[in-house]
């Protein structure tokens, strides 16, 4: 009887961690989203009223930095980055491989931004920087960069692992990958 508790249990945990998993660059990019409106919002009400508001514009910078770094591993997990479409026709190389290749070197590269902005924010954390209008800890906001490289680098790996594992399906074919003669038709 407890085996077949703690098995139940164990699932239902990973169900809730596979479900996180899946809907985290969502539920960030809402939640960031709607902060990014109510400050818009409370800046533009703030001008009607004369009343002035000097974190709005600041923070609305922010609040789009953290947006961007998310969208990119939105657009990861998604497989919906831009690639170079025309060396993959002239090239008369296989376009798995080559979908592979530009995983790998996005992973490098996001890997490294990675470790970079890491490095930012604990230095910001060290001197306690803060933000110029609202005296808000700075390392808030370069969190940003290693949380959205960092969740990057986790689906890319993902993406590259399911697409060496299906090796009958096409991992690469997305809207934003079309060849010349799809294009045109």
Sequence with gaps: M??????????????????????TEGF???????????DVLLGIIARYVRFEVVFATELGKY????????????????NQHVRINF??????????????????LFLILSIFFFYWALELTIMHFQLD?????????IYLFTAALPVGFGLTSIRLFHNIIVGLKKSNEVPWKTESFLTKSEFQN
């Design 129 to 137: 920087k803060s933000a110029m209008g609202f005296h808000f800890p």
């Design 28 to 38: 960030l990019l809402a939640v960031f989203t709607l902060m990014l409106v109510v």
């Design 63 to 78: 609040l789009f930095i953290w947006l961007c770094s998310i969208g990119i591993s939105a657009a990861a997990n998604d």
């Design 87 to 104: 060396i993959v026709e002239r090239i008369r190389i296989n376009r798995r491989v080559t979908w592979i290749l530009s995983q790998v």
């Design 2 to 23: 407890r085996n077949i508790l703690s098995s139940k249990l164990i699932k239902r945990i990973i169900g809730i961690l596979l479900a996180v998993y899946k809907h």
